[in-house]
């Protein structure tokens, strides 16, 4: 009984543990950036850009509106 304890809790741990998402950092090419209008530079460096409640969209019309 002790040992079917220990096979069962070893089996669980694996699993977790297979089932975690490994972080594979995506990696941008300047044909991925669409930027209007473009720059006359695009420099890719690693980093985040995060949304605050600081961060102002602006749109053109209704459409551009409710998907921002």
């Given at each position: 009984?002790?040992?079917?304890?220990?096979?069962?809790?070893w089996?669980?741990?694996?699993?977790?543990?297979?089932?975690?998402?490994?972080?594979?950092?995506?990696?941008?090419?300047?044909?991925?950036?669409?930027?209007?209008?473009?720059?006359?530079?695009?420099?890719?460096?690693?980093?985040?850009?995060?949304?605050?409640?600081?961060?102002?969209?602006?749109?053109?019309?209704?459409?551009?509106?409710?998907?921002?």
């Amino acid at each position: 009984m002790k040992a079917l304890n220990k096979i069962l809790i070893w089996g669980l741990i694996s699993l977790m543990v297979s089932c975690q998402k490994s972080k594979v950092d995506k990696v941008f090419l300047e044909n991925d950036i669409a930027v209007i209008p473009k720059p006359a530079e695009l420099h890719l460096k690693k980093g985040v850009f995060h949304f605050n409640k600081n961060t102002k969209f602006v749109v053109s019309n209704v459409a551009q509106k409710q998907i921002a």
